[in-house]
């Protein structure tokens, strides 16, 4: 959740924390902070961004080694006192810590009984304070972070600045955090991407790891005790730029992305000769995709809805049950698993605590999950060993766009390839690598001519709530079209498969109330018609996204045409005027559109 940025070397410490913060800021931006050591450890922390606490620092400051961190509140409020980084009672020990401490409670009560005057409500703080401590028993600042964490309890990504040494002392369980080794230099970072401004030699900490960083040297072991090897390796270069280049927002330049994300993610994928997918990283053989009783997804969020989409290809194109869970419930229902099932985590950042839960539930029933992850090397696609990469490149804003697009195109290259060994025809399979290779051409095409989205915008951006309706492969896109609105608008926004409106939801109708439907030309597209006319016949207001050319295409209020495009793989254009439409709407209402409140880009909380 929280972003964490160190820097141990030779040059001034003070920009490059500053710079590794901002590229770490969608992960968490209540609050940031930073310490640097220059003889004294100064801390310098602010509520608010990244740019906010950049300008209270003073212009030169010394120091060539310091940690930082960007906040996402868990315990405690948004505060200055709450913000990382938290220094012991003496200001000789200073930490900045990703994670939860579930024993905090215990031992801030036992420090408090020796006297010790805590400063924040932070579950985090006591491990400043016990680490100083510890430190006065033998001054050995590794050993003295061994015992404080053989105290602890929880999750963590710890990082340990020592105004008496000139090492910083970092260790991880359950929170990511790379190590980026420079010539005579070592970066930190609790996301492995953003090193690669820095370097591309990682070091990658594993659960139960220490290690102490001088400028040239790095020393690995574990939580007990025992020396372990230091492996580097080198980082991989995703495509895309991290930076706005020509547009204003991340969420705008992403949803523009999408063509070239989806050319990204089915290059050398599509066996047109044969009409099959070819996802190489499931090694799965044809004979053992024939025999898969069921498939499960889990996810959250945005690549949940990409899940639902995903399990109505698998049941279409390979009959095969299919069934989509969401993540955080998972593993609290003691779930039946069986181990010839084939199981898959779908996840933009790889580092979703929820997700990751899930699937260690599984794993440790016997079955094997299989990664559709975004970020290469993350938590999640180490932890399934197996999977597919989406490749998106990096998406920053907060609200994902075009890691949906790629979650759903990766699934049904594994629907087709599990048809194909299964139930689908050459000629079927070949038909759908056609549909799959001219969608991003397609969504250039829409891109080029949105249709009257300002107009959507002015029927949404004052109402109450807004309704998003859809059928069959639909229904998970108005999920999204519905989740997008609301985390960057913060309108209440409900979706519903539109049969189910007349069951309950449509009390709710007012004259005027907004509701976007969503109706490619398919087979469910009638029935779509009925909740249509049953809507306006209650005074609603008919935002429809539809196929253009339909026959249906002045149904609506305001009447939003995509190109036509094959039934299957409709989500991934119906979806990009709903992705516009909460874009433009945030920013009518003038909303932070990339950093919405309360919200961060990875989730590592349970
Ligand atoms: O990184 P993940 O795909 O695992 O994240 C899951 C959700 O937290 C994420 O999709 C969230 O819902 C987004 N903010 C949606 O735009």
Known sequence: ??????????????????????????????????AVKNGEISIFKKVGKVSEMQSILPSNIQGTS???????????????ENAHPHASSSGDVVIVHNGIINNSRILRASLVAQGVELKSE???????????IELAVDNNPEAAVRRTLQKASGTWGLCVLFKNHDVIVVAANGSTLEIGKGDGEMFISSDGPTLSEFTDRVVHLHDDDIAVLTATSITRSSLKGDRKSVEVSVLEKSWGEADLGEYEHYMLKEIH?????????????????????????????????????????????????????????????????????????????????????????VSQSGETADTLSAIKEIQLKGAQVYGVVNVVGSTIARQCGQGVYIHSGPEQAVASTKAFSNMVVALTMFALQ????????????????????????????????????????????????????????????????????MEVAYIPCLAYPAGEMKHGPIALLEEGSPIIFVVPNDHVKEKTVSAIHESKARGAKIILIHEEGDEISEEGDVNIAIPKVHPLLSPLLTVVPMQLIAYHTALALGNDVDRPRNLAKSVTVE
């Open 418 to 485: 599990v048809g194909r060994s299964r139930s689908i025809s050459k000629e079927k399979g070949k038909e759908i690598i056609h549909g799959l290779q001219q969608i991003p051409h397609l969504i250039e095409e829409y891109l080029e001519d949105v249709g009257p989205i300002m107009e959507a915008v002015e029927l949404v951006k004052d109402a109450k709530s807004v309704f998003f309706l859809g059928r069959g492969i639909s229904a998970p896109v108005a999920k999204e079209g519905a989740l997008k609105l």
């Open 257 to 345: 992305e999408q063509p070239d994300a989806l050319r990204h993610c089915i290059s050398g994928r599509l066996d047109r000769v044969r009409g099959n997918g070819r996802l190489g990283g499931l090694r799965l053989s044809p004979s053992a995709l024939a025999k898969v009783p069921h498939v499960r997804l889990i996810g959250c969020g945005t690549a949940l809805h990409a899940a639902e989409i995903g399990q109505l290809l698998i049941e279409k194109l390979a009959r095969i049950p299919a069934v989509t869970h969401i993540a955080s419930e998972f593993r609290h229902n003691d779930p039946v698993i069986n181990p010839n099932a084939l199981h898959f985590a």
């Open 66 to 80: 310091g940690i930082g961190h960007t906040r996402w509140a868990t315990h405690g409020g948004v505060t200055e």
């Open 122 to 132: 932070t579950d985090s703080e006591a491990l400043a304070h016990i680490i100083e």
């Open 1 to 34: 959740m929280c972003g964490i940025f160190g820097y141990i070397g030779s040059k001034r410490a003070t920009p490059i924390l500053v710079d590794g913060l901002r590229r770490l800021e969608y992960r968490g931006y209540d609050s940031t902070g930073i």
